[in-house]
T-cell receptor, first 117, second 114 residues
Framework: EPEVTQTPSHQVTQMGQEVILRCVPISNHLYFYWYRQILGQKVEFLVSFYNNEISEKSEIFDDQFSVERPDGSNFTLKIRSTKLEDSAMYFC???????????????FGAGTRLSVL | AQSVAQPEDQVNVAEGNPLTVKCTYSVSGNPYLFWYVQYPNRGLQFLLKYITGDNLVKGSYGFEAEFNKSQTSFHLKKPSALVSDSALYFC????????????FGGGTRLMVKP
């Protein structure tokens, strides 16, 4: 069964450093997303990406964050200068197949746990 | 704005008994509703969805959920719980008219005891 894969599973970084979280969405999907979950809190939407541009973003997704689809398979989230409060589990998701209904199910990866020290 | 509430942090049931995990939502338009399950060290796994049609939807692993528009609820149910159902369950909503952003509830931990 196709799945969304994320690397690394755990990333440790120093405050102020740049990190790139990587995701390989399901191959025929057209919509890509990042969510995060701070420990003990809700899963929160960050950004959605379609047709090589951001289609929606939340207030959390400020200038420190950026997303990119550098090639036909990867989807990345970059945090330019990490802060302690960026420590969270980051989930990538993808959706969108050939039918309208398929568009509505978002399939999630296992997540990358980011620890900012 | 869209929101989801899962009023129970934890639900305990005995194996073989029916289970219910509650979810209520708020959207301005028509809701698209989802349940996801998270096992330890795993991602969010899709269980079932309500988009349109029958109010009772069936999903993976014997789970089902009932959409109730008047009560703005989408409770997850299973007739007979298994120990292996123990996990964290998330309800999520999308407003039909508000893009693809999912809004999640806080999650409910289901503990099924032998």
């Amino acid at each position: 069964e196709p799945e969304v894969t994320q690397t690394p599973s755990h990333q440790v970084t120093q405050m102020g450093q740049e990190v790139i979280l990587r995701c390989v969405p399901i191959s025929n999907h057209l919509y890509f997303y990042w969510y995060r979950q701070i420990l003990g809190q809700k899963v929160e939407f960050l950004v959605s990406f379609y047709n090589n541009e951001i289609s929606e973003k939340s207030e959390i997704f400020d200038d420190q964050f950026s997303v990119e689809r550098p090639d036909g398979s990867n989807f990345t989230l970059k945090i330019r200068s990490t802060k302690l409060e960026d420590s969270a589990m980051y989930f990538c998701a993808s959706s969108g197949g050939q039918t309208e209904l398929a568009k509505n199910i978002q399939y999630f990866g296992a997540g990358t746990r980011l620890s900012v020290l | 704005a869209q929101s989801v509430a899962q009023p129970e942090d934890q639900v305990n049931v005995a194996e073989g008994n029916p289970l219910t995990v509650k979810c209520t939502y708020s959207v301005s338009g028509n809701p698209y509703l989802f349940w996801y399950v998270q096992y330890p060290n795993r991602g969010l796994q899709f269980l079932l969805k309500y988009i349109t049609g029958d109010n009772l939807v069936k999903g993976s692993y014997g789970f089902e959920a009932e959409f109730n528009k008047s009560q703005t609820s989408f409770h997850l149910k299973k007739p007979s719980a298994l120990v292996s159902d123990s996990a964290l369950y998330f309800c999520a909503v999308r407003d039909e008219n508000a893009g693809n952003m999912l809004t999640f509830g806080g999650g409910t931990r289901l503990m099924v005891k032998p």
